[in-house]
């Protein structure tokens, strides 16, 4: 059961799940008008780390001084330029359930860096992650939104996805061993992360031969896509500030459980919205990834 005192950073990651959730579609509308989700990515992370900035110059301050908040820069920043890159080009359900096998990450990250307890039903519920993984991947993911001809893009999706989660995993690690910093601070070095690692990987695939495979692109002329952009900045810093104020007061592990809940705001979207199939294999490891990460919550161990 939750007690009173956690019913408020829980609704937190609950709302920060429905953003991202229904993230995708606005990714992927960009990525039809020309603008890579990496790109995306750089430009929507910049506007709102200027507004913090602007909003809180004593951040950037303390971001220079706080190697602490260097840490969460980088696996933010890893996180959010990996997944988005993901569902750009993947199977949206698939690579929300490979991103979510944090059960599996977070345990030995809370055991290295917050000394956090590795019992045998947290263990079990690793397990059961793998497990789970296991189905999900035993058919392969369709492609949705790839380049002609072009074989790679599920297998990059996928292994995408699966890094993400693990950054994704070290950044909740992080934000609760910096519980104590000022929230100012934790959200600059995320949203400058963002920024930071999605437009250094977004210059790089554009340059050389890359560019004629990854096909990084940026859109040359205003137009709708300006306003999918600013949508998606409001969303992001609501989401992101609701997810350092919950994962700061919750133990790893709990948010490892609740986070997850995306997965059922990204499946029904996905069907609904973009006609996603859900083969077998994939019901099946979902529903052990999913019964891994709430068992999380209703052990409490």
């Given amino acids: 059961m939750l007690s009173n005192s956690t019913v408020a950073p829980v609704l937190a990651l609950l709302l920060n799940c429905v953003v991202w959730g ?11 008008m020309g603008m890579h989700p990496l790109w995306a990515t750089a430009v929507i992370y910049l506007v709102v780390a200027v507004v913090v900035a602007v909003w809180r110059p004593s951040a950037v301050r303390l971001l220079a001084r706080t190697p602490a908040l260097w840490w969460i820069l980088m696996a933010s920043g890893f996180t959010n330029a990996a997944f988005n890159w993901a569902v750009g080009i993947g199977d949206v359900v698939r690579v929300v359930l490979l991103f979510y096998l944090m059960p599996l990450w977070s345990l030995p990250l809370a055991r290295l860096l917050l000394q956090e307890r590795m019992t045998a039903p947290a263990v079990l519920r690793a397990v059961l992650t793998v497990i789970g993984a296991a189905f999900v991947l035993m058919q392969p ?3 949705t939104d790839t380049s002609p001809g072009s074989t790679a893009q599920p297998v990059l999706a996928d292994v995408l ?6 950054a994704f995993a070290l950044n909740t690690v992080m934000l609760r061993r910096g519980a104590a910093l000022p929230s100012e601070g934790r959200a600059i070095a995320m949203f400058l992360g963002g920024a930071m690692v999605a437009g250094t990987a977004a210059i790089a695939f554009s340059c050389g031969a890359a560019a004629a495979t990854m096909e990084v692109g940026f859109p040359s002329a205003s137009g709708p896509w300006l306003v999918l952009v600013a949508g998606l900045a409001v969303a992001f810093l609501a989401s992101n500030l609701c997810l350092q104020y919950g994962a700061a007061r919750l133990t790893a592990r709990v948010t490892a459980v609740v986070m997850p809940c995306e997965v059922v705001f990204a499946a029904v979207t996905a069907v609904w919205w973009g006609g996603a199939a859900v083969h077998a294999g994939l019901m099946v490891g979902g529903a052990l990834i999913l019964s891994a990460a709430f068992a999380s919550v209703l052990g409490r161990r």
């Fill in 22 to 32: 229904v993230s995708w579609w606005p990714l992927k509308q960009l990525q039809g």
């Fill in 141 to 143: 993911g369709a492609s």
């Fill in 161 to 166: 996805a699966t890094l993400s989660g693990f």
